[in-house]
C-alpha cells in the first residue's frame, strides 16, 4: 500500500479527491489476502493507520486528524464517511465463505472442505480448527466465531429434526 501511496500525488488533492481514492482503491489492495485469510490484528491496524493517514495528510508529513477514526468508519447514512476498518472487512470476506459452506453445497470447494472437515450434517457450527488444519479452514473458523452471535436457527426445509438438532440454548433436547 505504501508502493502505491507513493506513486500518487496525496498532496495535490483535496481531501474529498483522497477520500475517493481510498474507498475506491486502498481499500481494494489488501481485499484479495482478507477473503482467504484471517488478517493479524497489528496488519489490519496497520493498514487503517495507512488509510487514515493517507485521508488527513497525503504524502506530507505533518497531519492534524480533524475527525475521530470511529466518525470516519461510520456509515455514510448514519452521518461518516463510510470507510471500513480492515477487520470488519477481512470479516464479512470470510464470512462469505462461511455463507457458502451453509447455503452451497452443490460448489466444489464447499463439498471438499465439508468432506474434510465433516462431523456431521451440520458440521460448521460445531467445527474447529486444528493444528494441522488448513490456513483457509483455519481462516474460516475465526470468521464463523466471530459471526455466530449474528446466526438464528429458524425452520427450514421440514428436514430438521426437532428433538436432535441443536436449535436451542438448552443443546440438544433430544438427549
Known amino acids: 500500500m505504501q508502493n502505491r501511496l507513493a506513486s500518487w500525488k496525496g498532496k495535490l488533492l483535496n481531501k474529498a479527491g483522497r477520500l475517493t481514492l481510498v474507498s475506491s482503491v486502498l481499500s481494494s489492495i489488501p481485499a484479495y489476502y482478507m477473503q482467504i485469510n484471517w488478517l493479524p490484528q497489528n496488519i489490519c491496524d496497520n493498514i487503517d493507520q495507512t488509510t487514515r493517514n493517507f485521508i488527513w495528510k497525503g504524502n506530507n508529513n505533518k497531519c492534524v486528524h480533524h475527525v475521530n477514526w470511529q466518525k470516519v468508519t461510520t456509515p455514510k447514512q448514519y452521518g461518516g464517511l463510510g470507510i471500513r476498518t480492515a477487520r470488519e472487512a477481512n470479516t464479512s470476506l470470510l464470512g462469505k465463505l462461511v455463507w457458502n459452506l451453509v447455503q452451497q453445497n452443490e460448489k466444489l470447494w464447499v463439498s471438499l472442505l465439508s468432506s474434510k472437515y465433516s462431523s456431521g450434517p451440520d458440521f460448521l457450527f460445531n467445527a474447529s480448527a486444528h493444528p494441522n488444519s488448513s490456513p483457509i479452514w483455519s481462516s474460516i473458523i475465526r ?18 429434526s426437532f428433538w436432535f438438532s441443536s436449535w436451542s440454548s438448552h443443546n440438544i433436547l433430544g438427549s
Not at 150 to 157: H, L, P, Q, T, V
Open 143 to 160: 470468521a464463523k466465531n466471530v459471526l455466530k452471535n449474528g446466526f438464528i436457527w429458524r425452520e427450514g426445509s421440514g428436514n430438521t
